[in-house]
């Protein structure tokens, strides 16, 4: 599964290449974790103490790079033979240790909002994935075992960051489709129930769903193409298409079964009639899902072709799979027949067209006015995604740090450094433009 935002970009769109370009030369935020707590005191020694047993246990975990917090963290110095040295080389015992500590972090630009709030009662731990473990599967893992890690210490704990956004979100919506196909099985189980009030009826238009979407997860895997965070909608979409097309066709042959009263001269009345129609829909259906393969975005040039293939995969299916069964199951009693043929959807059917000869004009007036009603919301609707706002936060984040890094370095009185930092300072700043200005 793949579920990064950068799916959605456009594939020939020069702002993109930019921006790739600009990330392939400057390393992001994109693969670290932020561990935010809340203690008492974060400079105590005793929570001290804990930040470094967590620092040590977290960079055990396999798959995380490297650990920063006020433990561990390194500063710049106004002189010596080291640009940068530890606060803390080891957790000191005296009291005086500790405030001279917490001062020199506290007076940081590069510490002060940033890994430890300004009031100094929020702190945070920041954990760097390895880009190779910066995908679904290696995340998930390490973040469980930063969630056991955590429970070890008695802190309030909020994680942020894009790994801990882009995990969730895909937790988060695998539950939701979980939570959402059962209700909708069942709801589907209950309508077929009492449309055709049979376990043939029930069954077959269930299979031919099951068999479409398998064919099309299956399809898609040969192809080489992941779940995303819109081709996760594929299942629900061709669920609707095949119990469509089973309806009609079920609904056909046992009105056509009754009439004929012979199985095999059914089949072939309702293949030839409801057959044809269900063809042109599918076609018409697929042409239309097919269309959003001319777009430039890669996911939704998939998402069109495996939905038009599944569209056609539920006619194939209909057509030969349910007249296969229907050849080999018993005769459907009578009794069954002639409710089909006046049960209550004859009867609301009946008063749908009666509605229509007496009111055609009126009908025709309504649907006017409901579609000047929709024409006028549609033009209020902003088409500005925000699903960009992720990595924009990300740049925003960095071009903090980067600030940061470029005030401490200042100090430092290196020129060299300082003209190297701020030009790396102002392609951040360049490129946060960009991506506000062409892709927000």
């Given at each position: 599964?793949?579920?990064?935002?950068?799916?959605?970009?456009?594939?020939?769109?020069?702002?993109?290449?930019?921006?790739?370009?600009?990330?392939?030369?400057?390393?992001?935020?994109?693969?670290?974790?932020?561990?935010?707590?809340?203690?008492?005191?974060?400079?105590?020694?005793?929570?001290?103490?804990?930040?470094?047993?967590?620092?040590?246990?977290?960079?055990?975990?396999?798959?995380?790079?490297?650990?920063?917090?006020?433990?561990?963290?390194?500063?710049?110095?106004?002189?010596?033979?080291?640009?940068?040295?530890?606060?803390?080389?080891?957790?000191?015992?005296?009291?005086?240790?500790?405030?001279?500590?917490?001062?020199?972090?506290?007076?940081?630009?590069?510490?002060?909002?940033?890994?430890?709030?300004?009031?100094?009662?929020?702190?945070?731990?920041?954990?760097?994935?390895?880009?190779?473990?910066?995908?679904?599967?290696?995340?998930?893992?390490?973040?469980?075992?930063?969630?056991?890690?955590?429970?070890?210490?008695?802190?309030?704990?909020?994680?942020?960051?894009?790994?801990?956004?882009?995990?969730?979100?895909?937790?988060?919506?695998?539950?939701?489709?979980?939570?959402?196909?059962?209700p909708v099985t069942l709801m589907l189980v209950i309508l077929l129930s009492v449309l055709f009030r049979s376990l043939v009826g029930l069954l077959l238009p269930l299979m031919v769903v099951g068999l479409t979407i398998?064919?099309?997860?299956?399809?898609?895997?040969?192809?080489?193409?992941?779940?995303?965070?819109?081709?996760?909608?594929?299942?629900?979409?061709?669920?609707?298409?095949?119990?469509?097309?089973?309806?009609?066709?079920?609904?056909?042959?046992?009105?056509?079964?009754?009439?004929?009263?012979?199985?095999?001269?059914?089949?072939?009345?309702?293949?030839?009639?409801?057959?044809?129609?269900?063809?042109?829909?599918?076609?018409?259906?697929?042409?239309?899902?097919?269309?959003?393969?001319?777009?430039?975005?890669?996911?939704?040039?998939?998402?069109?072709?495996?939905?038009?293939?599944?569209?056609?995969?539920?006619?194939?299916?209909?057509?030969?799979?349910?007249?296969?069964?229907?050849?080999?199951?018993?005769?459907?009693?009578?009794?069954?027949?002639?409710?089909?043929?006046?049960?209550?959807?004859?009867?609301?059917?009946?008063?749908?067209?009666?509605?229509?000869?007496?009111?055609?004009?009126?009908?025709?007036?309504?649907?006017?006015?409901?579609?000047?009603?929709?024409?006028?919301?549609?033009?209020?609707?902003?088409?500005?995604?925000?699903?960009?706002?992720?990595?924009?936060?990300?740049?925003?984040?960095?071009i903090v740090s980067k600030k940061q890094e470029t005030s401490s370095k200042q100090e430092t009185k290196h020129p060299k450094n300082q003209y190297m930092v701020c030009n790396s300072l102002r392609m951040h700043i360049s490129m946060k433009n960009i991506l506000l200005e062409?892709?927000?």
């Amino acid at each position: 599964m793949d579920f990064t935002i950068e799916q959605l970009f456009s594939q020939d769109d020069p702002v993109i290449e930019r921006f790739m370009t600009f990330r392939e030369e400057f390393s992001g935020v994109d693969n670290i974790v932020f561990l935010i707590y809340e203690s008492d005191d974060p400079f105590s020694r005793t929570n001290l103490v804990k930040n470094r047993q967590m620092v040590d246990a977290l960079a055990e975990i396999e798959g995380v790079e490297s650990v920063k917090s006020l433990t561990n963290i390194e500063l710049f110095t106004e002189g010596g033979d080291y640009l940068l040295q530890p606060v803390y080389d080891e957790i000191p015992l005296s009291t005086d240790s500790l405030l001279a500590g917490q001062k020199r972090m506290m007076s940081s630009e590069l510490v002060k909002n940033y890994m430890i709030s300004e009031d100094g009662k929020v702190a945070a731990i920041l954990v760097e994935i390895d880009r190779n473990y910066n995908e679904h599967k290696g995340r998930e893992r390490i973040l469980s075992e930063i969630d056991q890690v955590q429970l070890q210490v008695d802190w309030d704990w909020h994680q942020a960051g894009l790994p801990v956004i882009r995990t969730r979100y895909v937790q988060y919506m695998i539950a939701d489709n979980v939570r959402f196909l059962i209700p909708v099985t069942l709801m589907l189980v209950i309508l077929l129930s009492v449309l055709f009030r049979s376990l043939v009826g029930l069954l077959l238009p269930l299979m031919v769903v099951g068999l479409t979407i398998i064919w099309t997860l299956g399809f898609m895997v040969a192809s080489g193409v992941t779940i995303n965070i819109i081709s996760y909608m594929i299942p629900t979409l061709l669920m609707i298409i095949g119990v469509s097309d089973s309806v009609h066709f079920l609904v056909k042959y046992f009105h056509t079964l009754k009439e004929v009263g012979h199985r095999k001269e059914a089949l072939f009345q309702t293949v030839k009639k409801i057959g044809t129609a269900i063809f042109l829909t599918s076609v018409t259906t697929g042409i239309g899902f097919g269309a959003l393969s001319f777009v430039n975005i890669k996911i939704v040039k998939d998402f069109g072709i495996y939905t038009a293939a599944g569209v056609f995969f539920a006619f194939i299916i209909t057509v030969l799979f349910i007249p296969s069964m229907l050849m080999i199951i018993k005769r459907t009693p009578e009794s069954k027949l002639e409710a089909y043929s006046r049960g209550f959807r004859m009867r609301i059917i009946n008063r749908v067209i009666l509605l229509v000869r007496a009111y055609p004009k009126q009908i025709i007036a309504m649907g006017i006015i409901i579609s000047i009603v929709g024409v006028f919301g549609a033009v209020q609707m902003n088409p500005h995604s925000k699903l960009l706002k992720a990595n924009v936060l990300s740049l925003e984040a960095l071009i903090v740090s980067k600030k940061q890094e470029t005030s401490s370095k200042q100090e430092t009185k290196h020129p060299k450094n300082q003209y190297m930092v701020c030009n790396s300072l102002r392609m951040h700043i360049s490129m946060k433009n960009i991506l506000l200005e062409n892709l927000i």
